[in-house]
């Protein structure tokens, strides 16, 4: 299933990951603790990141008591697929190779890096060029 789906600011996604991340439902201060260090952020700001992404059809509250908890209905693969092609498209005209010499411009992949990469690779090359009957290269 194709998803259209915007890609979200970047405070709407960083709590969405911790959400995606937690894989259960989770309150306000839960999310808070997991915000990147160093961000002193308001609860009436987190709430109202929360109610967006609620309108958005990304989560949705469940009141226990006093507290709400908040779960992802929106799975985290589909919409990452989703936005990164969008990336690959519009900021680097569908060039796998462009967009990761952007990524590793003078930095160094690990060996282990450079080998899910290959294997990647080599899988992308099998589907474009399937084995031809009795072909045994």
Partial sequence: MV?????????????????WEAKRPVTRIEIEEKMCSGK?????????LLSRLEERGFLVKEK????????????KEPYLQETGKKVLKNLFGNSLSLFAAALYSGERLSDTEIDKL????????SVNRPEEPGDKS
């Avoid at 998803?3 to 959400?19: D, F, G, K």
């Avoid at 226990?64 to 799975?75: C, D, L, P, S």
């Avoid at 290959?118 to 090359?125: A, K």
């Fill in 3 to 19: 998803m259209n789906v915007r890609r979200l600011p970047e405070a709407e996604q960083e709590l969405m990951m911790i959400i």
């Fill in 40 to 48: 002193n952020v308001m609860p009436s700001t987190v709430l109202t």
């Fill in 118 to 125: 290959q294997n990647f690779l080599d899988e992308q090359r």
């Fill in 64 to 75: 226990r008591g006093k507290i709400n908890y908040y779960t992802a209905i929106r799975e």
